[in-house]
């Protein structure tokens, strides 16, 4: 399968700093990026799909100037937490896509980001 | 809005036996519904996925049932071992992009 390298796998932060978050695709061209946020024992939440040479689109809820998505290649999405909080702790976590014969597409996880702001 | 349920936040069964995992949506007609596995820090890892035309599918010793009617897809583990405890997570695709929605996943544990 494609394999999608995150980094830093974990990183603990102070309040008021920003943190920034890579994806990257290693054997595949991702047009297409997600990120994801999970909560302990909630499901994945979509907060923004980042395309390639254009502006991130963000969900509903999720402040764009609080966190900064830039796409500016094929293989590489970041995700910038600015003026982190106690309540911005969570696991983020990027997808890259692929679609398959038949229009099927099927998700490739990087390992995930686990932050922590103190 | 759309919702995924996974009624089940958590699965204990004896090695050997087969695991059963039900995922259920509402308002929606999804043309396809994908199975993950999730480890603990880590993420989600695709395993199956199953188009609306399709009843059943099997991969090993997964399969999956889908069931447009009843709006339920059952994800079962055959012969399950130790090392399948991981939570189990179903996703739908939502708007023309590809991303996906996820439930809450069910968290197996096949005890030895």
């Known amino acids: 399968g494609a394999v999608v390298s995150q980094h830093p796998s974990w990183v603990i932060c102070k309040s008021g700093t920003s943190v920034k978050i890579e994806c990257r695709s290693l054997?595949?061209?991702?047009?297409?990026m997600f990120w994801y946020r999970q909560f302990p024992k909630q499901s994945l939440m979509l907060m923004a799909t980042?395309?390639?040479?254009?502006?991130?689109?963000?969900e509903q809820g999720v402040e764009k100037d609080k966190f900064l998505i830039n796409h500016a290649s094929l293989t590489l999405s970041t995700l910038t937490v600015t003026s982190a909080h106690p309540e911005d702790s969570s696991f983020y976590i990027c997808?890259?896509?692929?679609?398959?014969?038949?229009?099927?597409?099927?998700?490739?996880f990087g390992q995930g980001t686990r932050l922590t702001v103190v | 809005s759309q919702k995924i349920e996974q009624n089940s936040e958590a699965l204990n069964i004896q090695e050997g036996k087969t695991a059963t995992l039900t995922c259920n949506y509402t308002?929606?007609?999804?043309?396809?519904l994908q199975w993950y596995r999730q480890d603990p820090g880590r993420g989600p890892v695709f395993l199956l996925l199953?188009?609306?035309?399709?009843k059943e599918k099997r991969k090993e010793r997964l399969k999956v049932t889908f069931d447009t009617t009843l709006k339920q897809s059952l994800f079962h583990i055959t012969a399950s071992q130790p090392a399948d405890s991981a939570t189990y997570l179903c996703?739908?695709?939502?708007?023309?992009?590809?991303?996906?929605?996820f439930g809450k996943g069910t968290k197996l544990s096949v005890k030895p």
């Open positions: 997808s890259g896509l692929i679609v398959r014969t038949g229009m099927n597409t099927e998700a490739f």
């Open positions: 054997d595949f061209q991702a047009t297409t």
């Open positions: 980042s395309n390639e040479g254009s502006k991130a689109t963000y």
């Open positions: 308002n929606y007609s999804p043309a396809y």
């Open positions: 199953i188009r609306e035309n399709e």
């Open positions: 996703a739908l695709p939502r708007g023309s992009q590809g991303n996906l929605i």
